[in-house]
């Protein structure tokens, strides 16, 4: 079975500044999918990147990139001169290609400090 | 246009009642998922649809818990004989195909249940 590991349960940010959050996976498959969601305190999910893992190059969304590592099976979320509206939870999630359910690690509280 | 809607946001109910949760996904949307989600942690897979199908349940916790999506659009979530660990956030998201390389599921508020 697939797993999802994000083993820092909270992090802290300076505004502006930039913050790495980790997450690692499990899996056998070579064809899959990954994803960051956002969860706010309106607790709504909302999706912040996504990685193929058959492309080698980092998926990059604004502030939002990506650092995959497939042979490490890492897959890092980088948040660029963070804002105040950044402060969520994060959820990473993996998804098997042929397979639709997204597996989730437990999230990871980021602050941001003005 | 209109996002994943949920209904109820909030239901309380007491130990021993049954509950039926709805999810009403993007029109034109195939799939259509339910996950659960318990304070502080991921939400966790229960099951999901393909226009009426039902593709896959293996994460339904128990013979309490049924899906259904009769004519292909709304779903609903029925949980038989509820129990105080059923208390959680129930989430349903969509997507426009199952599969799809660029498939990206789409979230729903949520409704979040508590069992007294």
């Known amino acids: 079975a697939q797993t999802v590991t994000q083993s820092q349960p909270e992090m802290s940010v300076q505004e502006a500044e930039t913050v790495t959050l980790s997450c690692t996976y499990d899996?056998?498959?070579?064809?899959?999918?990954l994803f960051w969601y956002k969860q706010p305190p309106s607790r709504q999910m909302i999706l912040v990147i996504r990685?193929?893992?058959?492309?080698?190059q980092n998926a990059t969304e604004n502030r939002f990139s990506v650092n995959f590592q497939k042979a490490a099976k890492s897959f890092s979320l980088k948040i660029s001169d963070s804002q105040l509206g950044d402060a969520a939870m994060y959820f990473c999630?993996?998804?098997?290609?042929?397979?639709?359910?997204?597996?989730f690690g437990k999230g990871i509280t980021l602050s941001v400090r003005p | 246009g209109a996002g994943v809607s949920q209904s109820p946001r909030y239901k309380v109910t007491k130990r021993g009642q049954d509950v039926a949760l709805r999810c009403d996904p993007i029109?034109?949307?195939?799939?259509l998922y339910w996950y659960r989600q318990a304070l502080g942690q991921g939400p966790e897979f229960l099951t999901y649809?393909?226009?009426?199908?039902?593709?896959?349940k293996s994460g339904l916790p128990n013979d309490r818990f049924s899906a259904e999506r009769p004519e292909g659009s709304i779903s609903t979530l029925t949980i038989q004989r509820t129990e105080q660990r059923d208390s959680a956030m129930y989430r349903c998201?969509?997507?426009?195909?199952?599969?799809?390389?660029?498939?990206?599921?789409?979230f729903g508020p949520g409704t979040r249940l508590l069992v007294l």
């Open positions: 998201a969509s997507s426009f195909t199952g599969t799809g390389a660029q498939e990206t599921q789409y």
């Open positions: 899996t056998s498959e070579s064809d899959y999918y």
């Open positions: 990685q193929e893992a058959y492309k080698q």
């Open positions: 999630a993996y998804r098997h290609g042929a397979n639709s359910k997204l597996t």
């Open positions: 029109s034109g949307h195939v799939s």
């Open positions: 649809f393909n226009y009426e199908a039902q593709q896959d």
